[in-house]
C-alpha cells in the first residue's frame, strides 16, 4: 500500500476537511507522481513536521528532471536533510549570508521558530531579519565553545569557512551563489498538455510578465492572444513597458485584479510586490472582475492562475468559460491550506472531464501547480 493510500493514518492528521474529501481528489489523479505531491501537499498543509515539506521538494526536483549543478546541489541539500532525520538534529550553519540560504529552502518554511538551527560568522554576534524572520548569528568563535556529538550536522554556507570541513563530522559545503529555490518550467508541462498555434492565454497575476516572456518562448511568438491581468497599477506599468520594450504584440493588458464579480476590494502589497493579496485591513483599493464579464466572447483555451490565493473566487468568476470553451487551466493550489483539495473538486463540480494532474517546482513548500487538461 502507497503512503497516500494509508487512509487511517492520514485521517488523523487532516484538519478542516475530510478523509472522504481526500480520497475523492486522489482518485481524480492521473499518474503516481501527481499522487504522491498530493499526498505531501496535503500532509505540509496538516501537520508542522518539515519532513513533508522536504519529501514535496525532493519529489519536485525529481520530477522535473535535474538540469544544472545549480539544481543538483539544492537537491543534493534536500536529500542530506532526509537522511537519518538529519533536519531534527542539531544544525549548525556558517557564513554571513546564511539567512539567505534559508530563505531559498524548505527550511525556511517549515522550521517553526528554527530552534534547532544555530548560526555563526566572524562579523560579530547580530540579528538578521530575513522575510520577517530574525534570526540570530553568533560569533564564529563561540562555536569553538560548543559541545558536539552524533546528534549534530554542519553546513558551510561560504568559502572561507571551508577549513571546518575536515573537522566536522556529517559537514554539507552549499555554495549560496549557486542556490536555486526553483526547478523545472513552471507552467510548461508539454507532456502533461501540447500547444498549439491558436492558443488564446488569459494570465492571472502578471507580476511582471515573466511568464509572458517564457509563453513567447516556448511557442516561438505562435499564439493568437495573451490577456494579462494585474491589479496593482505599478506593476502594470512595468508590464507596459516590457511590452513595449520586447515588442511583444497580440496582448492586452487590465489594470483589473480576478474575482467572482466586478468590484473594489483592499489590497496589501508586499515589500517586492509578488506576494501580494486580497486583504481586509488595508487602504489600498484594487478593481476586480469576473472573466466571465470581460472574455466570455473570446475563444480562451488556457488560464493561468497565480493570484496569492484568490484561485478559488476567480474560477468561480469564469465557470461559463470554463463551460463554454474547456481551456487548460494551470492553477497554483498552495496559497492556503487544503486548496488543492478544493480547487479540485471546484474545477470537478464545473467540468468533469478534465485529466487532472500535479507537479511541484521548488525547494520550498510553494510553487505546486493543479494542471486541468
Known sequence: MR??????????????????????????????????????RIMIDNTDDPYYGLMLAKI??????????????????????????????????FG????????????????????????????????????????????????????????????????????????????FVYDLECSVNQCGEQYFEETIYPFNDNEVIVDGGTYDLTNVLQYNYWLNGKYKMIYGFEPITSMYNTCLDVINEYNIDRIKMFNIGLWNKKEEKPFSI????????????????VHCDALDNLLIDKDVSIIKMDIEGSEKEALLGCQNIIKKNRPKLLICVYHKPNDVINIIKLVNSIRKDYKIYIRHYGSTIYETVAYFV
Open 3 to 40: 503512503l497516500y493510500e494509508k487512509y487511517d493514518v492520514i485521517e488523523k492528521s487532516l484538519k478542516n476537511i475530510s478523509i472522504e474529501d481526500y480520497k475523492y481528489c486522489l482518485n481524480l489523479l492521473e499518474d503516481d507522481i501527481s499522487k504522491e505531491l498530493y499526498y505531501y
Open 60 to 93: 519536485g526536483f525529481e520530477s522535473q528532471g535535474i538540469r544544472n549543478p545549480e539544481e543538483l546541489l539544492t537537491y543534493r541539500l534536500i536529500k542530506y536533510l532526509l537522511i537519518n532525520n538529519n533536519y531534527k538534529k542539531k544544525i549548525y550553519m
Open 96 to 171: 554571513d549570508t546564511v539567512g539567505h540560504f534559508l530563505s531559498r529552502t524548505v527550511m525556511w518554511q517549515c522550521f517553526d521558530g528554527m530552534d534547532n538551527i544555530f548560526m555563526y560568522d566572524d562579523e560579530g554576534e547580530r540579528d538578521f531579519d530575513q522575510c520577517g524572520k530574525i534570526i540570530h548569528i553568533k560569533p564564529i568563535n563561540d562555536f569553538f565553545k560548543e559541545e558536539i556529538d552524533e546528534n549534530n550536522i554542519f553546513i558551510i554556507g561560504n568559502p572561507k569557512y571551508i577549513f571546518l570541513k575536515d573537522t566536522l563530522k556529517d559537514c
Open 270 to 285: 508586499s515589500e517586492d510586490n509578488s506576494a501580494s493579496r486580497f486583504d481586509k485591513d488595508s487602504n489600498y483599493i
